[in-house]
C-alpha cells in the first residue's frame, strides 16, 4: 500500500481519482490549493504526488517546485492544458510524469504502479554505487553527487540516470529508455526523454550523457564501478 496525495480542486475529479486509487489499495489524502497542497506532503511524506496544474492560490508548477526542494517525491502532473511548452514546463519542474485532461482512470493508475514499481526496484538493488567524472551516483540509496554535494533529482532522473550509467558507452534508443525507463509507451514518446535528459544535464552536467544523433543516448565512458 503506497501512500497518494491527490491535488485537485475540482471536488468531482478529485473524488473520483481518489476512490479509484484507494481501490487500488493505496492510502489516499486530496488538497484542494496549491498552499494546502505543500502542507499536506510535508505533513503526510507520500509516496506519489498526482498534481493538478491549475490550483487556487498557486499553481501546480509552484507546487512541484517547492515539494522538490524539501523532499524528492514522484509527481504526476494533471493539466487541461496538451501544448509541448506546457508538458515540458512540468517536468522541469521536477515532475516525473504528466497526463492531459481528460484521461482514463485505468492509465492514471497504471502510471502510479509503473511509477511505484521503479522505486521500489531500486531501493532493492545492490549496495553499489557508478562514478563518472565528479558524479557519484548511490544507487541503494537514490542520492547523487556531483564534486561532493548533494544533486536533487526526481525519481524519474535518478533512474533514468541509472539506467544510462550502468552500460557506459551503449547507446540506448529513446524507445527504448521510455520502454525500460518508464516502463510503458504514451503518446508523448522522444520528447519526454528528450525532457528528461535535460534537467539531468542541468543537474550533473553535461559530460554524463553523450547525445548520439539519430539514435539516442549513451551514459559518460569511463566509469568506474
Known sequence: MAKIVVVEDEAELAAAVAARLRSDGHCVAVAESGPDAVALVASESPDVVVLDLMLPGFDGLEVCRQIQRERPVPVIMLTARGSEIDRVVGLEVGADDYLCKPFSMRELTARVRALL????????????????????????????????????????????????????????????????????????????????????????????VRTVHGIGYAGGDGLDR
Open 117 to 208: 514499481r521503479r522505486v521500489e526496484h531500486a531501493a532493492a538493488s545492490p549496495d553499489r554505487v557508478l562514478r563518472v567524472g565528479g558524479v557519484e551516483v548511490d544507487v541503494a540509496r537514490r542520492r547523487v553527487r556531483r564534486d561532493g554535494r548533494l544533486v536533487g533529482l526526481t525519481a524519474t532522473e535518478f533512474d533514468l540516470l541509472v539506467y544510462l550509467l550502468a552500460a557506459p558507452g551503449v547507446v540506448r534508443a529513446r524507445e527504448e529508455l521510455l520502454a525500460e525507463v518508464w516502463g510503458y509507451r504514451d503518446g508523448s514518446g522522444p520528447r519526454t526523454v528528450d525532457s528528461h535528459v535535460r534537467a539531468v544535464r542541468r543537474k550533473v552536467g553535461d559530460e554524463v
